[in-house]
């Protein structure tokens, strides 16, 4: 009796499947919320999409683009929004105690 390797295919199928899953997509929701005594305390929606980067921009989620936390580029164009906006406001404090020490 000869022991032969057996193959399986379980593995190239969950492949497929997550090749399917990230060339589509899939989207899963959910809510969920607790109460006592009919008045809600607490309502949490869930929403949650599987797909890849690609597919997610074709169907328009690019969020993570211009999240700061998630992106340096997204977060030096905060930076210098906010230097900006720094830079104008002591301007502006400027010409206010200016106007206040002239009378």
Known sequence: MQNTPQTTTQS?????V????LDKGVVIAGDIRVGIADV?????????IVASVDKA???GM?????DPYLN?????????????????LKDRLEKLEQKLLNG
């Open 12 to 16: 190239s199928n969950l492949v497929d």
């Open 18 to 21: 997550l090749e399917t899953v």
């Open 40 to 48: 809600e305390l607490l309502s949490i929606k869930i929403r949650l």
């Open 57 to 59: 921009k074709e169907i």
């Open 62 to 66: 690019d969020w993570w683009e211009s």
């Open 72 to 88: 340096s580029k997204a977060a030096e164009q905060e930076q210098n929004q906010l230097k900006e906006e720094n830079k104008e």
